[in-house]
């Protein structure tokens, strides 16, 4: 009797093994084309940044685009890419006084969305919102669309130190924009944070025209040798 029920269970578990096995190989099988997803995206992506701003679309960010889905290191890159196809021969501190049809303001348009698609990924990652602000500041966007953008970053990440250059360099580019509140707050963080930063934030906001604010309200004794 005992023999028989041993008989009796070997086919099944021969069964279980093999279905076992198959199993495993399928798992095995899609561990191996996520990787090689993720390495191809990686590639395209890299390559995508490496390309010069020239043509109208970038094909290797375009095809990292096309296989992937909600990336948001795939909408930071072509933000990018198109900002800079934008600004190409153009000074960077300057406004862009541009008509709604010039492909330059298409191309910062089309940045500022991907911005807003990379915010939908990551909604709660700074970064992405500064990037947002640079060219709602480009694109010369009214002080209550600035105010709001700035209001947003503060309110995620009032104290990240990773934003304060290009926060303060994107503050002082547009400081007119500003609400009474964002200035005396950035005035302050320039006057309480690293010193090295005061010297480009500074070329900056000469470059804009609002350097005055920096020559005035921050101590004498820090800004005289860029005031003078």
Wanted: a positive charge; aromatic letters at 8%.
């Amino acid at each position: 009797m005992a023999v028989t029920t041993v008989t009796a269970m070997a086919p099944m578990t021969t069964a279980q093994t093999l279905k076992a096995y198959k199993v495993a190989s399928i798992v095995l099988c899609l561990l191996a084309i996520m990787s090689l997803h993720i390495f191809v995206v990686a590639v395209l992506i890299e390559a995508g940044k490496a390309a010069e701003a020239k043509a109208e679309n970038n094909i290797w960010l375009d095809s990292a685009e096309f296989i992937s889905w909600n990336n948001p290191d795939i909408y930071e890159a072509q933000a990018y890419y198109y900002r800079a196809l934008a600004l190409t021969g153009r000074e960077l501190g300057s406004r862009l006084n541009l008509s709604d049809a010039s492909p330059e303001k298409q191309q910062l348009q089309t940045s500022l969305n991907y911005w807003w698609q990379a915010q939908k990924v990551s909604p709660l990652w700074p970064y992405y919102k500064v990037g947002a602000l640079d060219i709602e500041l480009l694109l010369n966007r009214p002080a209550a669309v600035i105010q709001k953008r700035i209001a947003e970053i503060l309110t995620l990440a009032p104290n990240e130190r990773g934003l304060d250059k290009s926060l303060l360099k994107l503050s002082f580019s547009g400081w007119k924009k500003l609400s009474d509140e964002q200035k005396t707050f950035m005035l302050e963080r320039l006057q309480h944070r690293n010193r090295k930063l005061l010297k480009p934030i500074f070329k900056v906001a000469k470059a804009a025209g609002n350097h005055h604010a920096i020559c005035v309200n921050l101590p004498w004794n820090r800004v005289r040798k860029l005031c003078k």
